[in-house]
């Protein structure tokens, strides 16, 4: 059964940081690419960051490019988003999700993600 597990999601002030956790379990992590998405009740759910299996290949989203960092640690099955300059607009439920295929790159697209956390309230107070 695979199970990924956010955390690290609350309440800040704007211009402050978080840094959101992803445990994996039920799959061979070093294997997988990950994604980070997010969604708000007015938006559709949209994407974030991901990084690819190897870790070598990163892509951002235009919102969050030089604020948010994402990483992965394969020895403790854990993806990280490091959260930085926070704004209002990035209040949202976030979620991590791991792709379909094995050894592949960072995907923008949430169809090519099979699992999914269960998400991790960010709000960002202004």
């Known amino acids: 059964q695979v199970q990924l597990v956010e955390s690290g999601g609350g309440l800040v002030q704007a211009g402050g940081s978080l840094r959101l956790s992803c445990e994996v379990s039920?799959?061979?992590?070093?294997?997988?690419?990950m994604g980070w998405f997010r969604q708000t009740p007015r938006n559709e759910r949209e994407f974030v960051a991901a990084i690819s299996w190897s870790g070598d290949s990163i892509e951002y989203a235009d919102s969050v490019k030089g604020r948010f960092s994402i990483s992965r640690d394969n020895a403790k099955k854990t993806v990280y988003l490091q959260m930085n300059s926070l704004k209002s607009e990035d209040t949202a439920v976030y979620y991590c999700?791991?792709?379909?295929?094995?050894?592949?790159?960072?995907?923008?697209?949430?169809?090519?993600?099979?699992?999914w956390g269960q998400g991790t309230q960010v709000t960002v107070s202004s």
């Open positions: 039920g799959r061979i992590f070093s294997w997988y690419a």
């Open positions: 999700a791991i792709r379909r295929t094995t050894h592949s790159g960072p995907s923008r697209h949430g169809y090519e993600y099979e699992y």
